[in-house]
Structures are given as C-alpha cells and as structure tokens.
C-alpha cells in the first residue's frame, strides 16, 4: 500500500532504526555521569549533537534536544518572549503557521502579550514588506515557518530574516518540514524541527538558539540540554534522529529532483484527470515531495477515506475534519477552496508506479463521492431561465452550499443572480473561490435572518 503523507510522519528511515538498536545496548546510562557507562553515553551525545548542529547550520553549543517539535517550538517561542520582555510583548507570526506557533502565540495573548498575523498571498506566501511593515518597537520575537506543512509553498526567510534583523527582532523559523531537503538560509535567530518529519523516531525536536539571542527558558530549572529541555534525555532515540538526518541529507540530492518530477506530474495529470480541481501553492518555490489540490463538490476527509480502501495513504486539509468542523486555517489565509483538499506527501523511494497508480486511482474515486452528493456533472443552462434565484443551504455543511449553486447557476441569464443562503463558516471562503475558478462574479456577503447570503453573478 503506497504512503502518501510523509509531512505528517515519514516512515522510519533504515539508519535510524540501525543506529537505535546500537545505541539501546551502548547509550542506556546517564550521560551526566563520569563513570564508564555515562562516559560512554556521553560521547554518543556529544556526537549526535554535532551531526544534528551541523546539519542545521549551528555550533553544537547552540542546539538541545527537546521531546518533540511542538515543544521546541513552544520552549523556544516561550524562552524568546521572555528574555525580550523588556523589549515589548508583541509577536509577530505569519497566517500560516503551523498549529503549534499559533497556539503558542493565543497563549502569549491570554498572558497579556499582544501578536500580529501577516497574511499571505494566494500562493501560501508572506510579502517580506508586509512582514516588515508589522514589526513594531516593542516587537520582542518574529516567526516564519521555512516552509509550508499543507500546501509546500517555501517562504522567503532569508529576506524576511535580513528585515528582522535591521529591526532588532530575532526569528524564529519552524523548519520541520524542510529540514530534510537542506539547511534553512541564514539569518535566522531561533530554529525548531522535528525528527519523525525526516524519517527519524519521533519524539525527538531540534531547538537551535543563536549566541548573543537573549533567551530566558521557562518552566522550573533543569541542569539537562543547558537548562533549555527539562528531564532526562532519550539517547538513543536522539542518536537515531542524528544519524537519520545525516542520512536523508546525503540522499535529498538526488530524491528531490526524482520526487520534484513525479509531483510535476500529480500536478499536470490532476487537472486534467478530473474536472473542477485547483492545485494550490506556489508551483516553484515549493517542496520537491508535496503538492495539494482541491476538489469542487467533495469533502476531502471522505476522499481520502475512499483512497485509503482503494490502497493510498494521504491527508486532507480539508475543512470537514472528524475532531473540528473547522475550516483549515492556511487555506482560508490563502483564500482557496477549503473543501475537498488532498494533499500528498511523497516519501523517499516512491516510484513512479505509485504514483501512476494513484491517478489511475483518483478519477473514479472522486466521480463517486461527487455522484452520492449529487453534485452537478455539468452546467448546462436550463430551457426556462429567471433574472434571480434563491438557493436555501440553511442548516447544509459545504460543499453542500456549493454544489447547489453549481446546480443552478446555469439557470439565469447571462447578467443573473444566484443568492445563496447557508450558515456553514467555510461557505465565506469556498463560494467566492468557486466562483474565481469557473470565472463568475462573486458580488458579495450580506447578513440573514440565520447565516449569511452570498450573491453570486453570472459572467458566462
């Protein structure tokens, strides 16, 4: 069964799970000791985090391992804030951070610090102005992902980290996802990633902190990873994720121009596979192994679920999700269908029959889903028309909204309207990204007695 979605967890690289069986037998005593064993320890840490350093691009002095990603982040957010105090408490993030900078930036708010979003483009990407344009005097720490989780699109960190730096602001860069494929450009001030994102244990993060950055950690004091990750450190996990980040590192030359290759082609053969579909995210300045698309007229959870029976492994960003209902946050940043959204996430080794098989795959599953919704097969305009009509989505979760309008928007005139009523919060994003795709004119949004109406024109 082809894996699809290494941006939530590559599959456990073969170095990784050599060097952990290793260093189970050699690294189980206390590094901190000075005995045989700890002396043993010790080394074989010391020696993880300098491959880990220099794949980075830091001093070994400059780097901890923490638990995880998220609690790199939130420890280095966290110890950034607070070393700055004096500065100010504003923070500045991009709207599209992983979920871990924003819930790291809602607590910093509840503690009575302040943040500013920058938004992005339709792409996925910041505006190093806009960037420096929310920089303020008493902003104390900036964050900018390298690059992005769902939809791949890479953010110019080296010019938005030469703005910070003019400002006196450091950066810190979530670099989870791209770590893998090279080193994040310099500049940066404060830096997190993940082990489990590049074929390493999880359970592992990186969090490098620059000299000269003022850093003050929280939490009770600890005497382990220089007072920066509290508790005792999982050596051969940590070892593991060293020697697997070496070994991704050595390969990525090579597998990202073969997996650049065969996402260009999920992304040509996509569009023309199956009708109604946008991919989103910068066509370029991406990473070599993801690429997203939305699909009109279907929920991207039950996508996926029919491609998991069909034999294919991969994730939505999808509004529609089992835990929330909500609408995924960096695709209402970037302004882009919020329904029916699969991404897939190559790992190393994918062959070309894979993917192959996955388009071969995709048509038929999404003409299915689209077929029990009832979504429309084609608009063809109806003998009867009227000047305006009136479609009621009250009580409807998108792409239900959507799909009517489709259904009747072949209904009016050329010059005609259709008013859609629905109280789905995603109807704000997906009616007006529905009606860029087939090239009508969304007119606008006005309160009902429940919901909203959108008032859609016909152009064609």
């Given amino acids: 069964m082809p894996y699809f979605d290494a941006a939530s967890s590559a599959p456990l690289h073969p170095v990784a799970r050599q060097a952990l069986l290793a260093s189970l037998d050699e690294g189980w005593a206390d590094p901190a000791r000075l005995y045989r064993e700890g002396r043993r320890a010790r080394m074989l840490l010391d020696a993880a985090r300098e491959a880990a350093a220099e794949a980075v691009g830091c001093r070994p002095d400059e780097l901890v391992f923490t638990s995880s990603g998220t609690r790199a982040v939130h420890s280095g957010m966290a110890g950034a804030l607070s070393g700055r105090r004096r500065v100010g408490r504003h923070l500045v993030v991009s709207a599209v951070e992983h979920s871990s900078v924003l819930h790291s930036a809602a607590a910093h708010e509840a503690a009575g610090g302040s943040f500013s ?46 703005l910070c730096r003019e400002a006196g602001v450091p950066l810190l860069v979530d670099a989870a996802q791209s770590l893998a494929w090279g080193p994040v450009p310099e500049g940066w001030s404060l830096l997190a990633a ?13 969090l490098a902190v620059r000299k000269g950055v003022r850093f003050a950690a929280q939490g009770p004091a600890d005497e382990r990873e220089s007072g920066r990750a509290a508790g005792f450190e999982n050596l051969p996990a940590i070892v593991a994720a060293a020697a697997s980040l070496r070994a991704v590192r050595a390969e990525s030359a090579a597998e990202s121009v073969r997996l650049r290759a065969l996402v260009d082609r999920i992304r040509t053969r996509v569009p023309q596979l199956v009708a109604d579909v946008e991919v989103v995210g910068d066509p370029v300045r991406r990473l070599p192994h993801l690429v997203t698309f939305s699909c009109l007229y279907v929920d991207g959870e039950t996508v996926l679920q029919e491609l998991d029976r069909a034999g294919f492994s991969v994730s939505s ?85 959507v799909i009517e309008l489709a259904k009747v928007i072949g209904d009016v005139p050329v010059g005609g309207t259709v008013t859609v009523l629905a109280d789905d919060e995603a109807a704000r994003l997906d009616i007006p990204a529905w009606c860029e795709m087939r090239e009508q004119e969304y007119a606008g949004e006005e309160p009902a007695d429940r919901g909203s109406a959108y008032l859609v024109r016909r152009l064609h």
Avoid at 134 to 151: F, I, K, M, Y
Avoid at 194 to 206: I, N, R, Y
Avoid at 359 to 374: K, M, N, Q, S, Y
């Fill in 117 to 162: 979003e920058v938004a992005v483009d339709r792409s996925g990407a910041v505006g190093p102005a806009a960037f420096a344009e929310a920089l303020r005097e008493d902003t104390a720490l900036a964050c900018l992902q390298s690059a992005n989780h769902e939809v791949g699109t890479e953010q110019p960190v080296a010019e938005v980290a030469g």
């Fill in 194 to 206: 993940s082990a489990h994102k590049w074929g390493g244990p999880a359970g592992v993060g990186l």
């Fill in 317 to 401: 960003g999808s509004s529609c999700t089992s835990s929330t209902l909500m609408p995924s946050h960096v695709l209402k940043a970037m302004g882009v269908l919020s329904e029916g959204n699969v991404r897939v996430s190559l790992p190393l080794g994918t062959t070309e029959a894979d993917v192959d098989g996955f388009l071969d795959v995709l048509p038929g599953v999404v003409t299915g889903v689209r077929e029990r919704l009832g979504a429309p097969v084609t608009a063809a305009p109806s003998p009867s028309v009227t000047a305006s009509l009136v479609v009621d989505a009250l009580g409807k979760r998108c792409p239900i909204p």
